[in-house]
C-alpha cells in the first residue's frame, strides 16, 4: 500500500478516529502488495495494530504452504524485517490465497483430505515462524459446496489445534500465540458447522465489503461499497446487509473485521448530462474492469477536473462526481468517516483496508 494513498485520508481524517475506548481492542488491519515493499517504510505505522502480507499459497503436489514466487523468500524477510525496525508493536500476518482468484479445485483437494490438511497445517505454522509473522489469514473467500464448506470447518479445527500444541511446546521461547483469520465474500458460510468453527477457532473474520456493484456487469452507475442499501432506490447490497448476515447467522459481532476500499470504479456515461446515481451507462472507464484505486481517482481529478464538485451521497454513504462521460463512484472522507462510526456503533472489532 504506497504510503501517498495512507497520507490522503488517514492523516486527515482517520487518526483521531482510531482510538475508540480502551476497554476494547480496536483492531485495525492493512493489506499490503509485497511488490510495494520498498515503499514501506514510509508507511505511518501508528494508523495500524496489524499488517498482512498476501503471498503464500498452496503446493498443488505436496499441500504445503509455499511463497507465491521464488524472489518472495528475500521479499518477505525484507519485509518482516523492516516492519520490526520501525514498529515493534505491528502485528504482522502472513496471507493465504488469492482471495477469488485462488485455485478452487487446489484448495478443494486440500481440505477434503485428511494427510493433505496435515501438510497444509504443519507447513503454514513452520512458515510463519521461520519468518517471524504472528499469524496467517485463510483466504480462500468462497467455498461454495456443503462438503468444501465442511471441511473448512474441520481445518480450522485441525489448524487451531495443531497451533496450540506448538504454542506449550514452545512455551520456553515467549512467541505470542499464533493468530489465526479468515477473509470471506460477503454473506456467511451456509454451513453450521464451518460458521460455529469461525467462531471456535478463528480469532476474527475479514468480511468482504466492496464491489458489490461493478461497470463490467451493470449498464448503470452504482454504489460500489454501500454502507446501507436502499431497496426502493434500486440498490439494496451493502456493507449493513453483509455484516448484519454475519452476526444473525451466530458470528459475534466482535469476531468481525470491515473492508474499507481504497478504490471505486468508473464508469462510462451513455448522456453527460444524466450523471446522478443509477444513470445509464455502457460500461466501464478508464481500465477493463474499471477499478481505479484512490490514488488514481485524486490524481484524475487533480490532473483534469481540479473544480469538479465531488457529491456526497448520504443514503448509500458513498462519494461520487462525474467529468464528461466518465463517473466515478467511489468512498472519499465523508464515507470513511461514516463507515468507521458504523463499525465502533456495532461493536465490530475493527476494520481492514484493501487497496
Known amino acids: 500500500m504506497a504510503s501517498i494513498i495512507i497520507s490522503i485520508i488517514f492523516h486527515t ?11 476494547k481492542p480496536w483492531i485495525r488491519v492493512g493489506y499490503l502488495n509485497l511488490s510495494k515493499v520498498s515503499t514501506i517504510s514510509g508507511i505511518n505505522y501508528d ?4 499488517l498482512i502480507c498476501p503471498s503464500a499459497d498452496i503446493n498443488s503436489t505436496t499441500y504445503q504452504l509455499s511463497l ?9 524477510a525484507k519485509f518482516v524485517d523492516t516492519v520490526e525496525k520501525e514498529n515493534p508493536s505491528i502485528t504482522i500476518l502472513l496471507s493465504i490465497g488469492q482471495g477469488m482468484d485462488t485455485n478452487y479445485s487446489i484448495y478443494s483437494s486440500m481440505v477434503r483430505n485428511s494427510s493433505h490438511r496435515k501438510s497444509f497445517i504443519d507447513s503454514s505454522i513452520r512458515i510463519a515462524r ?15 459446496t456443503s462438503t468444501d464448506m465442511f471441511n473448512v470447518g474441520l481445518l480450522f479445527d485441525e489448524w487451531r489445534i495443531a497451533a496450540t500444541k506448538l504454542e506449550a511446546k514452545n512455551s520456553s521461547r515467549q512467541q505470542s500465540q499464533l493468530i489465526l483469520t479468515a477473509r470471506f465474500l460477503y454473506s456467511p458460510p451456509a454451513n453450521s458447522y464451518l460458521l460455529n468453527s469461525i467462531q471456535r477457532n478463528l480469532n476474527w473474520v475479514h468480511a468482504v465489503t466492496a ?6 456487469s451493470t449498464n448503470f452507475t452504482a454504489p460500489p461499497a454501500a454502507l446501507y442499501g436502499s431497496s426502493s432506490g434500486g440498490f439494496a447490497r451493502s456493507t449493513d446487509q453483509v455484516l448484519k448476515a454475519w452476526i444473525e447467522r451466530g458470528l459475534s459481532a466482535d469476531k468481525l473485521v470491515m473492508g474499507l476500499p481504497f478504490y471505486g470504479y468508473a464508469w462510462t456515461l451513455v448522456k453527460p448530462e444524466d450523471n446522478g446515481i443509477g444513470a ?4 466501464p472507464a478508464l481500465h ?12 484524475y481529478i487533480k490532473n483534469y477536473c481540479p473544480n469538479v464538485q465531488v457529491m456526497y451521497n448520504t443514503i448509500y454513504v458513498m462519494n461520487y462526481f462525474s467529468t464528461r462521460t466518465i463517473w466515478f463512484g467511489f468512498d472519499d472522507v465523508e464515507a470513511v468517516r461514516a463507515k ?7 461493536r465490530l472489532l475493527g476494520y481492514y483496508v484493501w487497496r
Do not use: M, R
Not at 13 to 23: D, F, I, N, R, V
Open 340 to 346: 468507521i462510526a458504523y463499525a465502533k456503533e456495532k
Open 47 to 50: 494508523l495500524f495494530t496489524h
Open 211 to 216: 464491489s458489490y456493484y461493478e461497470p463490467v
Open 130 to 144: 521461520l519468518y517471524g509473522f504472528q499469524g496467517l489469514d485463510f483466504a480462500w473467500t468462497a467455498p461454495n
Open 68 to 76: 507465491s514466487l521464488p524472489s518472495d523468500d528475500n521479499q518477505i
Open 13 to 23: 481524517l482517520l487518526y483521531s478516529e482510531l482510538h475508540p475506548a480502551k476497554a
Open 280 to 283: 445509464a451507462a455502457t460500461g
Open 288 to 299: 477493463g474492469n474499471g477499478l481505479v484505486t484512490y490514488k488514481e481517482i485524486k490524481n
